[in-house]
Nanobody, 123 residues
Framework: QLVESGGGSVQPGESLKLSCATSGFPLDLYGIGWFRQAPGKDEERVSCITVGDGSTYYTDFVKDRFLITSDKVENVYLEMNNLQPNDTGIYYC???????????????????WGQGTQVTVSS
């Protein structure tokens, strides 16, 4: 099971830290990805971490602003800095057995995913 939290409404330039709480599977054997769905847009992959070795991937529009980490036990985090209006959307975490496979562009290609948390960036 995956449960996202930490979303909210912020102004441009502010920060949020999303959490993906996991249960029922050995987190260190999985890759965890973050995806977002903005209104009227296709789902976008945001970031991914192979929990076991800590390797990470970021899409270009969040590099140098977002940071994905894990405690390797239960939680994966997405720290989001300098948020902009086009970061608005529902953010989902998804789990894939083995490792992060950056070629998987949608959460439906992962083994399972959570219900999402809303992030709204507006002045």
């Amino acid at each position: 099971q995956l449960v996202e939290s930490g979303g909210g409404s912020v102004q441009p330039g502010e920060s949020l830290k999303l959490s993906c709480a996991t249960s029922g599977f050995p987190l260190d054997l999985y890759g965890i990805g973050w995806f977002r769905q903005a209104p009227g847009k296709d789902e976008e992959r945001v970031s991914c971490i192979t929990v076991g070795d800590g390797s990470t991937y970021y899409t270009d529009f969040v590099k140098d602003r977002f940071l994905i980490t894990s405690d390797k036990v239960e939680n994966v985090y997405l720290e989001m800095n300098n948020l902009q209006p086009n970061d608005t959307g529902i953010y989902y975490c998804a789990a894939d057995l083995g490792r992060c496979r950056w070629g998987k562009r949608k959460k439906s290609f992962y083994n399972f995913w959570g219900q999402g948390t809303q992030v709204t960036v507006s002045s």
